[in-house]
């Protein structure tokens, strides 16, 4: 998406989410959406696609940032009229609650497994201790066996001894296997994230210069209103906005969103539905953040707060590439457009 042309005048704003508590490097902060309502891991990147979309007005050169930007909220509209082709059941979001619950159930299916087997051995074990004592008794009852007698209980004592060891070689084999089926699984679990708790944090970025003017956090996690937003949102927005771009998750799809936006006479501009490069501004910007706070450790929302004041600074003091002037940091770059 085409940039704006001056500071203030266009802001990307999304939803972040993080654990509540972190270990430095300990673990990959996982991809997190909220936008429908419920958190969503590690949810599947859209295949591209060859049809049209509203982003694609910004290709033309002979349209100005602003009249780009109109043409492009007209098409959102129109496109989000439309009927919207359903996302086979493959390609899916598949839920961090979906996951675990597939994997109890190969767990419990495990285990009756096993509850077979040692009912199996169970019964095993008492036909072979009947066998045993049943050549014991023909052992007592024949004090003076004659010869074949005794090459009789001789084979008989060398089939059982045979028939036991087979059956202790295969009791091995299967509890050699079954260590391994529980311990993939225990790798298995080991891979999701050990959360039970998270924490929102609203992602606000100039369009123009990049830079970001904070990040506030909500405790509530998932459960953060379009009220909270909003109120946030009121001391931060610049006087000058005319653009408010979002994705269409349901806290900037709520009325009180709307009512933000006329009472501060922006236009809200909704990206295209499963196109977060639309939104990719914000979208990168989670990810710098994400990869920055990898390195960082927090134990609750007060130390969190501290890591992103600090990250905020550096962030609009350190060169960005996606500027226009190669080299300079968003603060830089801002402090030159407003001197001209």
Request: glycine content about 4%; charged content about 25%.
């Amino acid at each position: 998406m085409r940039t704006a042309e001056e500071p203030g005048q266009s802001f990307n704003i999304d939803l972040c989410f993080v654990p509540a508590t972190h270990t430095a490097a300990s673990q990959k902060l996982p991809a997190v959406s909220g936008s429908s309502g419920r958190l969503v891991i590690e949810r599947p990147q859209d295949e591209s696609s060859k049809t049209t979309w509203p982003g694609q007005i910004f290709e033309d050169p002979q349209l100005d940032y602003v009249e780009a930007m109109m043409a492009f909220v007209d098409a959102s509209q129109s496109s989000s009229n439309s009927s919207i082709p359903s996302i086979p059941p493959e390609t899916t979001d598949m839920t961090l609650k979906v996951q675990k619950r597939a994997l109890r159930e190969e767990e419990t299916q495990l285990r009756a497994s096993r509850r077979m087997i040692r009912q199996k051995r169970r019964k095993e074990d008492e036909i072979w201790r009947s066998m045993r004592q049943l050549y014991r008794t023909m052992i007592a009852a024949q004090p003076s066996p004659s010869r074949d007698e005794q090459a009789s209980l001789k084979r008989a004592q060398h089939a059982l001894g045979e028939h036991r060891k087979a059956t202790l070689a295969r009791r091995h084999a299967e509890d050699l296997q079954w260590r391994q089926q529980r311990q993939a699984l225990r790798a298995r679990w080991a891979e999701f994230p050990l959360v039970t708790a998270w924490i929102a944090i609203l992602v606000i970025t100039d369009n123009c210069s990049r830079q970001c003017p904070g990040l506030p956090l909500f405790v509530a996690g998932s459960h953060v209103t379009a009220d909270v937003i909003v109120e946030t949102l009121e001391a931060l927005l610049p006087p000058n906005l005319r653009f408010l771009i979002t994705d269409r998750g349901i806290h900037f799809r709520a009325n009180v969103f709307q009512a933000l936006a006329r009472r501060h006479q922006f236009i809200h501009v909704m990206i295209a539905r499963h196109r977060p490069q639309s939104n990719g501004i914000a979208e990168r910007f989670v990810r710098t953040l994400k990869e920055w706070l990898f390195e960082a450790s927090w134990c609750d929302d007060q130390e969190l707060t501290k890591l992103l004041e600090q990250f905020v600074a550096e962030y609009n003091e350190r060169p960005h590439q996606g500027l226009p002037i190669p080299g300079l940091s968003p603060k830089e770059f801002a402090n030159r457009l407003w001197l001209y």
